[in-house]
């Protein structure tokens, strides 16, 4: 699992964070522009206002996040889990 300080310090931008462990994270206000969260786990993250522009979600589990005004647009959501999201 990434620590907090390595996700608030770095550029998401077109990361590849696919595989990964981002349970309970904060991701508020993110900018994830073009990165690739692949068959990641995010439940309970908190992605509030998050940009998820053209990100590569496809088969990410998303159950019980938080998404009120994360930008989505042409994000590839292919076979994700959504549940209970805010």
């Known amino acids: 699992m ?5 996700l608030r310090e770095r550029d998401l931008k ?9 349970r309970n994270r ?3 206000n993110k900018d994830l522009t073009n990165a690739n969260l692949s068959k990641s786990d ?4 908190d992605l509030r206002g998050a940009k998820l522009t053209k990100a590569n979600l496809r088969e990410t589990n998303l159950n019980f ?3 009120t005004e994360a930008n989505l ?6 076979g994700v ?5 805010h």
């Not at 990434?2 to 390595?6: D, I, R, S, Y």
């Not at 995010?42 to 993250?45: D, F, I, P, Q, V």
């Open 73 to 78: 647009t042409k994000a590839d959501m292919t």
């Open 26 to 28: 904060d991701l508020s």
């Open 2 to 6: 990434l620590n907090e300080e390595f």
């Open 42 to 45: 995010l439940r309970e993250a």
């Open 65 to 67: 996040v938080i998404l």
């Open 14 to 22: 077109g990361a590849d964070l696919s595989n990964t462990d981002l």
């Open 81 to 85: 889990k959504l549940r209970e999201n």
